[in-house]
């Protein structure tokens, strides 16, 4: 049975990666190295096979995905000859074919939000009945957006819809893909630290719509060792006295994430990981910082001091030199999946046992990454068990 | 109700470490960090409180503890000040006074290993009566010695015992010391690599005197990290294909594994970790070298080399400078409190949900950081239900 | 013969550490680690004694230098014990009671900047007079500033003091600092980055008075091991693609310099050094972080993506945890003597040769480590033969 | 002017990458990047161009260079593409018609050291006559051998002869190939720590022939490194307490340096560096480890304390991800260049300022980075100027 997978940012490097990949995996010309619901836990869930995946999705690019593809063959992320073979220039094309253009604020500057919603519920609906899909997970791939404008018709979906048909936008772009998602009929992921669903309209609406829902930020490098160590840390009491984390990013992520109001959600929701597993506050500060000449790489520096018995000072530190989208591609698969197979099984609301992907998981306080991973196993047997 | 904490390598800097942060713990001069057993889940086992530990042992040494505390306080271990606290220089005093001589090689070559180990035990029993002490365990911290040389009559008590009252040594000093320890009465911990309690002869002589146990090597540094680190690369499916560890270690503990021999039983500890937990051979080696000038700090660093999607090489490196002795008294003070408060509560056998202490857990193959730490705090759960 | 240190921030962690370390050199309690004027090629120099030299400065802070010292001993900096020696401690108050309150904008908000050098100048020269010293240098310790904000009169020294009797406050503190040294016939060293000399007015001032000096922004870290590594690349042809450079500072230096005005000024130095010796624009940047819990001491992280033949990419990372007072007071002592020598043999305008000390040295473009120190054995060989 | 480069250990990754890199230069394929001999200075020489090398060698493998560039190719050394250009891939297929069968222990044990002397001779002659060429260079990049063993022989090249004639092999092979090499005429470099030329007699008879020779070791990573860092601990009057290095290398080599008696020469001449520079002993040593799945690539960790003013203890550590083929085989086409120049200016014996490419060079004691480059850069002008 056919699936789709809808992703916002179709054209960027996480979604080309994961397209791609998805041809790889149906085709047996690469491992599942890196995907999570491979692993022997998910088999009873029967999840959709990598080849039953159909993509289509939204960008405000253009660029054609087999020169994006290309472009991650010459940076190393993907491997030279795979973006040649049949089924992945096959999928490559019919995915190009299925993006639809994205929100762009100044191209139709006439129209209202609500207009726009509905271009956009249209899309997705049309993807859903060209392709014969019983579900279409949408999950939002796109580049991070400055932290939330508040706005008082944020509170209640009435006032929501109310306040889209007038001329002001007061959704952020993640958030009325959001909307649009919902409207749809979607389950919808926030792979990104943007807004999205997190406005009490919408998640009003996913409540009335019964859809599940998982974000956000997807946690792929720095914050993932953050949740696998402080735990370390507080079980053996010692005391983390600071923790500072440098991230050098490039390619289009260093240069949105360089602007200090995009930053401001990424560090906020990679600094809750340390803080929220010591529970009590630390010395430094999470920081990123555009290195273009890194492309799809990034390298991320963290030094931590702590103290042991009689306050003696120690230090930790770890550096991760990581390709992100190889590391973001397989969790937007593993979500996909799991996303499917909770709205199939009836699951609505907040997915929060997937806060395993995520640095921010939306719905739960649990940062430690084991505890974590044991969520995620239990809803996977829970899920079998529907 | 006092209780007895009997060290093996008693002028050792772990064992000075813990005396005397037992007793500045006790007099409120310094906090618990680094304790476990000081957080909340402990409390209702109502463990012995570090006023009421009273310490003795067996050293070849012969260096007056205050002496040997001086010397920490000059390599940064212990503060300024603290070792001139009276209730410090008192317990250094009254635990030096009990410091009986350990089984040196040369000292008495025409004595039996059975007629040392009487002694030993004569030793123990008069450190209990004369401090009328209900309970009294024996922790080895001593030097690591090389790997166990095999003999039948390892294999069985009777056998074992008959050997011993031959001419020629057939037990390394640590299992002596643990014959001896168990003849006793008292439970014993193995805070080093050495064999110990690993021997059948001296696991069927614990079963007899239903006495609890554990080990072995404390999992203070590099190994800690990696029982975090190495669940978080099997959770998330991406392959590790190398992992090095070096390990840079000054002062006495380095000049011992400055000897293969020696180092052989360590670093088989530090190496089970990541294969273990990750269930595959994995390139690369841990080393141990010496660093004279390094004292009581050591640095590791760790290499690892992973894959992701796409066959993506990627790589994750951390250094750990540690202060050795301040990592590993508390835990020895904690090992302590929990093998009295099983002892008393009737448990024997592997202690096995300790495993969060050690680097090669005896009686269970859990090496994931999070799995041990939710045994160890369902052992106390299940212990103060007792 | 005595001679005269006048520190504009005397009573900082700089300056405390080389008066303590000024007195225990001469009283033989330390060894003269981190001091280059101790080397060989410098003996022929004849430079004044470390017992030779009397201190006395500037400073907006009234704390007592003892308590400054105490608190240099808690953080690790100076030793338990040197600060009660009797040399030490004279030598702390003889020096505290020839401080004099600093510039404080707020203090004395009447007062012309004209009339405040005037006071400046009275101090400098009745600490000269009262200890009968034939010369006394000026170096400035103090916190950073933001970088200048230009204004016409700092074009020429006539402007720039009819301007100064105005009501308007045109030159920066470390500049009318410099002014009032000037003219109160001292050599002057910028240690920090701020503006200091660097107004064509005051360069002109030093012409006219014939006076030697040099700066600015003492290379204690980071900078140096760049100024050490660029010319590697360089000489090996290697490309550098990236440099990233983040210092995480603590103390009173990461809490001016995490405000970026003032960091500003440092960063600009701290960048110049691969760049001026690579030759060509590098990705990446510096940062400077406060993290408050480090104190007295910085740690460095560094990473350089660098190409060599096949365009194959390749990575140097390095860290560097010093202590910076144990780094900084040492040159401020080293300086110290070599303006004085330069003076007393006559040299006047930048001292060129002393680049080895700086970040951005005034005067050069110089910034490999090897070069500059070439140039200031060459110095000290020319001064030799006056 | 064709010129010919003899490799010993042709079939070798430096040595195909070496050719690979020459033909790809030639044809404007690639950058100099990593070519020291490409610099500014080096002009006024008129060294060989890249198309005007020709190459040939000694292997006792015999897998194709074809088949060892694309190794290199899947590697991520050479890039993709490179090695299907005409360009590289005559160069590739003229240079393995010219390799000619090494010195195979187990191949012909009936022949004396001087008949195996008597083929190489004839080798290298076929190889210069066959191309005729003015002069060939002979460069040893094969695998490191043992330290050698010490034989009376060895003093005195008549003695030398008389013993090659006997039955015992008395020349470890690169001592043997050196000894052809010398009377073949050729200039030799010594590219791997193995014994080459430095035996007396072998001396003796680089005397006699007035041939120019280099070596040895080629200084391309942590050593590098080293070079530029220990000048700056000197210049600063740190004291260095303890310098421990780590280097994880794959492939052949790493393999190689796993046996302790291949590792012991390397160790040694990388060993040299600092001590050498600071002029005292230092704590802690250089280690090899074997990690297979690096490949091509090493990853170096050095751990330097150190110590300031007060005695205050500070760390630097560095990591460099090298790899090690790309690194080295620019040096040995400029190795190749420059001792084809001093040849043909009539220089001999030991070319102590080529000191700046090699870890222990031979007949200077000077391992300072910026002074061996100073060395190199007079040297051309010298040599400019015969």
Redesign the interface.
Known sequence: MRCGVWLIGARGSVAT?AVV?AA?LASGA???????T??APFRPLRLPGFGELVFGGHDVADTPLAIRAERLVRS?????G?TGTDAVARMLAVTDAAVRPGIDAGADPAASQADLADRLIADIEGFRAGNDLADVVVIDVSSTEPPLRPHPAHAALDDLEAALRGGEPILPPSSLYTYAALRAGCPVIGFTPSTGIRVPALTELARQAALPYAGCDGKTGET??K???A??FA?????V??W?G?N?LGGGDGETLADPAAAASKIESKRLVHEQVLGYPV???V?I?N????GEWK?A?D?I?F??????R??????????DS??A??LVLDLARLAIAARQRGLAGPLTDLA?FFKDPIGTDEH????Q?GALLSFADRLAAR
Do not use: K
């Not at 690469?30 to 999570?36: K, L, P």
């Not at 190393?76 to 030279?80: A, T, Y």
């Not at 079980?235 to 005391?239: C, F, I, P």
């Open positions: 990666s990949g790889a690469i491992e599942a190295t890196g995907c999570v491979e692993q190393g992320v993907i491997p030279h795979l993932l060792v949740a696998a160590l735990p370390m079980g053996r009491s010692l005391r006295r600071s500072s440098t050098l010395s430094g500060d920081h910082h290195v273009p000449d890194l390298t520096w030094n001091g103290e042991g018995f009689f306050g003696a120690m230090t930790m530190q770890f550096t991760w030199q990581g390709c190889a590391l591609a397989p395993f430690g990454l084991a505890a991973y």
